[in-house]
T-cell receptor, first 115, second 112 residues
Framework: NAGVTQTPKFRVLKTGQSMTLLCAQDMNHEYMYWYRQDPGMGLRLIHYSVGEGTTAKGEVPDGYNVSRLKKQNFLLGLESAAPSQTSVYFC??????????????FGPGTRLTVL | RKEVEQDPGPFNVPEGATVAFNCTYSNSASQSFFWYRQDCRKEPKLLMS???SGNEDGRFTAQLNRASQYISLLIRDSKLSDSATYLC?????????????FGSGTKLNVKP
């Protein structure tokens, strides 16, 4: 099993350009998450999904959109990239189990630079 | 106020030392608590969940103090390979159990 994969691994954009980050998981997990990590700030939740066809906002959703058309994929879109969106983006997935102690599995990250 | 706060460190300790990290959280309704480990430029990986009764996994012990809203991680007999950043993670309260909040991490350097 590949676990959680992210595409691309690196990307450089110019201000105003758009792009889509793809997250895929092969563990049949219900929940999926997009985070961004900036130096000294830890991971912050952008959007998340509790199942196919559903999405919800996290802490820092502005400037991003998401879609979960298939259970195994969670897409993060930047419609008009800004330098403030320069960050490392992590996707995670998690199984639906009773309680909330089950682990999040993370992808390797996408390093995005917006010039 | 941040949902989760940690001392960023770094904690510089010799091999074999015992080191402890604390983390405080702001939402008294949070129900699940974790420590994740993150190596430089890598993704976070679960170290251990933190249960109300406390739990131990080899050299690692985690404790939860609900009254004071803090979580601790104790590492005994530190190894060079323990050098990493340790992230405290807490879920949201009522209606937000599937949302998770990360601390900014505590960096540990274990020296020979």
């Amino acid at each position: 099993n590949a676990g959680v994969t992210q595409t691309p691994k690196f990307r450089v954009l110019k201000t105003g350009q758009s792009m889509t980050l793809l997250c895929a998981q092969d563990m049949n997990h219900e929940y999926m998450y997009w985070y961004r990590q900036d130096p000294g700030m830890g991971l912050r939740l952008i959007h998340y999904s509790v199942g196919e066809g559903t999405t919800a906002k996290g802490e820092v959703p502005d400037g991003y959109n998401v879609s979960r058309l298939k259970k195994q994929n969670f897409l993060l879109g930047l419609e008009s990239a800004a330098p403030s969106q320069t960050s490392v983006y992590f996707c995670a997935s998690r199984e639906r189990l009773a309680g909330a102690f089950n682990e999040q599995f993370f992808g390797p990250g996408t390093r995005l630079t917006v010039l | 106020r941040k949902e989760v706060e940690q001392d960023p460190g770094p904690f510089n300790v010799p091999e074999g030392a015992t080191v402890a990290f604390n983390c405080t959280y702001s939402n008294s309704a949070s129900q699940s608590f974790f420590w994740y480990r993150q190596d430089c430029r890598k993704e976070p990986k679960l170290l251990m969940s933190v249960y109300s009764s406390g739990n131990e996994d080899g050299r690692f012990t985690a404790q939860l103090n609900r009254a004071s809203q803090y979580i601790s991680l104790l590492i005994r007999d530190s190894k060079l390979s323990d050098s990493a950043t340790y992230l405290c993670v807490v879920n949201g309260g009522v209606g937000n159990f599937n949302k998770f909040y990360f601390g900014s991490g505590t960096k540990l350097n274990v020296k020979p």
